[in-house]
């Protein structure tokens, strides 16, 4: 019984908690209040649906749990006679759907506006994203933390931070006009990439628990892909995501060490993500004219789909991927991108080809230890052992990063070790 | 909600500008006036000089009034006017915002009863 009642709860918590929460904050448009109210609701749901079984409909459970509890603390304020600024809530379009459509597009809508508000563009990245998967998606504040790698308190003064700018400047829980809209779903990928690539490619620390704030980025494009399916930056990011998370299993090893691409076991690949992420790069919404940025995601997703359909490292069609990095560097010019095709130039045409490549970049990325890695591996490979050997101690000087770091020390040792 | 929108400029960029320029330069501020006035209300607003002409008063350690040339702080952008206004949201002042010329950066600021104060 407590185990079925566990499951329901976390079932209903990770599924419904982003719908409840933009219901309640329709309702009462108190940020502050609606949070609380819907974890008070979840605690008590733990003790009763144990006690006396899961209830018909656990989220018409929770929702009447959590408006309970906020109309108790309205009550206790209006005693005290406090005066709370409220969350600017659209009215009019809220008004017409209620008329005009059931219930249930009123909350996808709902939900919607709760996205759009948590990514608005005046928030603090990083806060905007610790914030999405909380409202959105229910992740606790103590996981959140622990995906982002700071202080359960830092994270929670964060969230505080946020939700008390959203109400003091105004940020409203409204879906903007059509002509804005596009560059605010913009918004919402990037905020979701950016929590995405934190647990992708790690700064530091260990590798498992970064590998579930990659997998609730994801989980957050899905929950706004569904409500807005045919949008390009939604369609191609999620495709570019699927494809870089398809390899989790594979780039790390027993010990912890990170396994480069080549030698990555492909049998450990996710191939159904990889099958998701070739159908969503074939969508017809990626056919027209679409943005730099949902374009951006487009071909960083084609150049990983490369290599997640080569059946072979040595099979890797290189051509084709240098073809893709430059629409990638003619879209971005990025440095990060002119050395990614720096080091797809090497596969392709050979290591000095790919050494020429590199040229201008040593100003641009003189903190990276990506570079001087890149660079290690190809002098390598073109016989210059010495050369190698100066690279690797510069790259592994700049590397931040423990398991990248072992990875360098361990390339460098073999320099020497082998037969030359 | 009441917000001010601050207007940056970098300075000399308005100055010898033809007639064509300047009809821009109004339009959008019209632009700008009659979006307000659609969703909102227009409260105050006012050009400034050039920061050349600013006075700065400081207090120094011992609380004196030092009374100097210059603005504030020297950037490259200075102050060069606001808006005082009343629209609904946060998202309605940007909109706004972004109809004012294209050569100014904007910084828009709720405006917030201080508690306890009232004017003279």
Not at chain 1, 3 to 13: F, S
Not at chain 1, 262 to 287: G, Y
Not at chain 2, 62 to 83: N, R, S
Not at chain 2, 105 to 114: A, K, S, W, Y
Request: glycine share 6%; aromatic share 4%; hydrophobic share 45%.
């Amino acid at each position: 019984m407590t185990a079925e009642a566990d499951a329901a709860l976390a079932a209903v918590v990770r599924e419904q908690w982003g719908r409840l929460t933009s219901l309640l904050l329709a309702q009462f448009r108190r940020l502050d209040l609606v949070e609380d109210a819907l974890g008070d609701a979840v605690e008590s749901a733990a003790r009763r649906w144990s006690r006396d079984g899961v209830p018909d409909n656990p989220p018409a459970w929770l929702h009447t749990a959590a408006r309970r509890r906020v109309l108790d603390r309205l009550r206790a304020e209006a005693m005290a006679q406090r005066k709370v600024p409220l969350l600017v809530v659209e009215q009019s379009g809220r008004e017409e759907a209620a008329v005009r459509v059931d219930t249930g597009d009123l909350v996808e809508d709902d939900l919607l506006r709760l996205v759009l508000m948590c990514t608005h563009p005046a928030l603090d990245p990083a806060a905007a994203s610790a914030l999405a998967l909380r409202l959105v998606l229910g992740v606790s504040t103590h996981d959140i933390a622990r995906l982002f790698l700071v202080p359960e308190p830092t994270m929670a003064a964060r969230l505080t931070r946020a939700k008390k700018k959203i109400v003091s400047v105004g940020i409203p829980f409204a879906v903007p006009s059509a002509d804005v809209l596009p560059e605010r779903l913009g918004a919402v990928a990037q905020t979701a990439y950016l929590a995405f690539t934190a647990g992708y490619a790690p700064g530091s620390g260990p590798d498992a628990v970064r590998t579930g704030l990659a997998g609730e980025a994801i989980r957050l494009v899905r929950v706004v892909l569904r409500l807005r399916p045919d949008e390009p930056v939604l369609v191609a990011l999620l495709a570019l995501m699927l494809l870089q998370h398809s390899r989790r299993d594979a780039r790390v090893d027993e010990a912890g060490r990170i396994v480069l691409l080549p030698d990555q076991d492909r049998s450990r690949w996710h191939r159904d993500e990889v099958v998701e992420a070739v159908r969503l790069l074939r969508s017809p919404s990626l056919t027209g004219p679409i943005t730099v940025q949902a374009a951006g995601y487009a071909v960083q997703a084609r150049i990983a789909v490369e290599h997640a359909t080569a059946p072979t490292a040595e099979a890797t069609e290189w051509d084709r991927i240098v073809a893709h990095y430059d629409d990638l560097v003619a879209l971005t010019p990025t440095p990060s991108a002119r050395l990614a095709r720096a080091v797809a130039v090497a596969e392709a045409r050979g290591p000095h080809e790919g050494l020429a490549a590199m040229a201008g970049l040593d100003e641009e990325l003189s903190h990276s230890h990506r570079l001087p890695a890149v660079r290690a591996e190809l002098l390598t490979r073109a016989g210059d052992v010495e050369g190698a050997d100066a690279a690797y101690a510069l790259a592994i000087e700049r590397c931040g990063n423990d398991a990248e770091r072992a990875l360098l020390r361990e390339r460098r040792a073999a320099l020497h070790d082998a037969p030359h | 909600m009441r917000y001010v929108v601050l207007i940056a400029y970098e300075p000399g960029h308005y100055d010898g500008t033809d007639e064509a320029v300047r009809q821009e330069y109004f339009d959008a501020h019209h632009a700008f006036e009659r979006y307000v006035d659609e969703h909102g209300k227009r409260l105050d607003s006012a050009a400034l000089s050039d920061a050349d002409l600013a006075t700065t008063i400081r207090r120094d350690a011992d609380g004196a009034d030092v009374v100097t040339d210059g603005p504030f702080v020297e950037l490259t952008e200075q102050l060069g006017g606001y808006y005082d206004v009343e629209l609904p949201d946060l998202d309605r002042a940007i909109a706004a915002a972004r109809l004012l010329p294209k050569a100014y950066t904007l910084e828009i600021r709720p405006v917030v009863g201080v508690e306890g104060y009232e004017s003279a």
